[in-house]
């Protein structure tokens, strides 16, 4: 069972390009997130969804974009890269309100030079 | 909106000895669930352990265990018989019924031989 697969795993970026990052899980989980995490801080959320074609925007969107045409996927966009969106970035899944908190996927470590 | 404090930026604690890290939270809700992630240096976020609010048991987890004080919204980890691979930061986190999950800013453990 692979759980939360992430791709890629690092990427470095030069301003103003653009990337997706892919996020898959296998478990039929409704909900997915995305989250970063800014070097020695908590998680903030980015964007979530419920379930296929459903997204919101979490606590810091700007700069992102997301799709959720499955329910197994929920790639995350970045247009025009800034240095402001260096961090490492996870992607979790859960059952809709349970108490089994998140699967979370290994992470990628974006880097804007 | 639910905030999550954890108050104590860095801990230490020697190999084998008990240590608590502290979190606070708060909420207005009555029935909402705690958990304590920790996420070593491989960036992986793991599940430690989680309380469920209406349970006025405390979970335990082997060597980890947790003090709820519902009352005093507070939600701390005790960590016994401290090994080095408890080494990481840990995340406390709250979320209430099929909502997403808000973390606190974390608590690096560092733990000595």
Redesign the interface.
């Known amino acids: 069972n692979a759980g939360v697969t992430q791709t890629p795993k690092f990427r470095i970026l030069k301003i103003g390009q653009s990337m997706t990052l892919q996020c898959t899980q296998d478990m039929n989980h409704n909900?997915m997130?995305w989250?970063r995490q800014d070097p020695?801080?908590?998680?903030?959320?980015i964007y979530?969804s419920v379930g296929a074609g459903i997204t919101d925007k979490?606590e810091v969107p700007n700069g992102y974009n997301v799709s959720r045409s499955t329910t197994e996927d929920f790639p995350l966009r970045l247009e025009l890269a800034a240095p402001s969106q260096t961090s490492?970035y996870?992607c979790?899944s859960s059952q809709?309100?349970t108490?089994?908190?998140?699967t979370?996927g290994?992470?990628t470590?974006l880097t804007v030079v | 909106a639910q905030t999550v404090t954890q108050s104590q930026p860095e801990m230490s604690v020697q190999e084998a000895e008990t240590v608590t890290l502290s979190c606070t939270y708060d909420t207005s809700e009555s029935d909402y669930y705690l958990f304590w992630y920790k996420q070593p240096p491989s960036r992986q976020m793991i599940l430690v352990i989680r309380q469920e609010a209406y349970k006025q048991q405390n979970a335990t987890e082997n060597r980890f265990s947790v003090n709820f004080q519902k009352a005093a919204k507070s939600f701390s980890l005790k960590i016994s018989d401290s090994q080095l691979g408890d080494a990481a930061m840990y995340f406390c986190a709250y979320r209430r019924y099929g909502n997403k999950l808000v973390f606190g800013a974390g608590t690096i453990l560092r733990v000595k031989s």
């Open positions: 909900y997130y989250y020695g801080m908590g998680l903030k959320l979530y979490g490492v996870f979790a809709s309100g108490a089994d908190g998140y979370f290994s992470g470590r």
